[in-house]
């Protein structure tokens, strides 16, 4: 990572005209104070900015006349890239901005920042790390969960399915593994299992693992705990993948104590299913807070495909108010990497620009753009397209107004989330659907 290099990409766009003036500054060390008021937190949205440069530092400052000139004239929009992340996506990402400015389609794929890497493992294999006493992540390169120990009480925060290894017996998952490194020959007389959600990605293991320790330890105890709605999606499945948890956490929510300060505070706060849990460990002397919420949040990565499949757009956006509540050091997101608070902050961030840049994507987008777009051989008895309602619908209409969206999200958000360059058509695509029937 890179926090000595930014960019700030600057654009005028009058109506009426088919392509935006740009201008990219590429600033070192630190914005110039004229322009330190364009922080992610206050560009939120497509607002219009006036643009008010006091006393701007820039070694390009001769310029900045004329592009006043260019600003007001042209009714301005601002856009900047604050927090680049990395220089070489900084430059991807301005470049990729060009290309779609000129109606081009294609950009090449992002470079990965180095921050963003997955190291990714065998099948099978897993990595063990301990984030405080007694608590320990369990990471396969594609999904995190926590493996907490306190004498003889183990518990696990989701059980994600995972392959056999070649145990004598098929119920002994990777996960199954990691628990026993945790374990270390402890003999467990209980054994707590919560579900963040009721998918099963990330609860699938469950069946597996609970017929392994039954096996293993018989006189452990075991409890599983998670929503009403997780049960529901359990009972609904074919294959059972997943056991009913046998302790609902409602409305009020519940806390698992382990003992010597090891609490795991369990809140329904939705954001990617109707009742998905924050689980909260709380700070106990000086060993951190961790807060675990899933499928919302990908730290150092843009969500994956639709909006990470939320079912809810409103929801999803909302729910990073929600877990900002909570003070947390650590931020287990069920995927990839660990995060912190910053990676929530900008999730957030991102969220609201997407839902704003599908509002004005619906609201510039204009019949003259559907017909360039080939809206009439909808409507031409001679056109193979005629009276093709999909044909105008989706590789008309919809497919415009996504372009529309995803050339404003390139612009402010392609040089910091990486990965938003393969699926923030995807993104945009959810968020217009939200903004036109729930919005
Ligand atoms: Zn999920």
Partial sequence: MTDDVGCIIIWATAKHMKVPYRLVVVYKKTLPSGLSDFSPAHTVGQERHKLSISTPKMAVSPVLPALLLILVFFDAQVHTHAQCVDAELARAARACSRRLSLGQRQCRLFPTPERSIIRSLRPGDFRLSQLRKGVFLYDNSFYTSLILKMDRRLALLDIPESISLDGPDGNRTSFASAAEQVLNGTIPKRI????????????????????????????????????????????????????????????????????????????????????????????????????????????????????????????????????????????????????????????????????????????????????????????????????????????????????????????????????????????????????????
């Fill in 192 to 439: 707590d299992i919560v579900y963040s959600h009721g998918h099963f990605d990330h609860i699938g293991g469950t069946t597996r693992f609970v017929a392994y320790m039954e096996e293993r330890y018989p006189s452990a105890s075991i409890f599983i705990w998670g929503t009403s709605t997780a049960r529901v999606l359990i009972e609904n499945s074919v294959t059972k993948r997943a056991i009913f948890p046998n302790v609902i956490v409602g409305r009020r929510g519940r806390t698992l104590s382990l003992g010597e300060g090891l609490d795991v505070r369990m809140q329904i706060v939705g954001g990617h299913t109707a009742s998905d849990l924050a689980l909260y460990i709380p700070r106990f002397r000086d060993e951190p807070s961790i807060l675990m919420h899933v499928d919302v949040v990908f730290p150092n990565w843009a969500p994956p495909f639709n909006l990470a499949v939320t079912e809810d757009v409103g929801g999803y956006v909302r729910v990073h108010e929600e877990l900002l509540k909570f003070d947390f050091d650590i931020f287990i997101s069920g995927h990839w990497s660990v995060g912190d608070r910053k990676s929530v902050e900008m999730n957030h961030g991102y969220s609201k620009d997407l839902v704003q840049a599908a509002i004005t994507a619906l609201d510039e987008v204009t019949i003259e753009d559907f017909n360039e777009a080939g809206f009439g051989r909808f409507i031409d008895p001679t056109a193979r397209e005629f009276g093709n309602v999909l044909y105008a619908f989706v590789s008309v209409s919809r497919r415009v107004q996504i372009e529309a969206c995803y050339r404003i999200i390139i612009d402010k958000w392609g040089c910091r989330l990486p990965g938003l360059d393969l699926v923030g058509r995807g993104h945009c695509f959810t968020a217009l659907t939200y903004v036109e029937i729930e919005y």
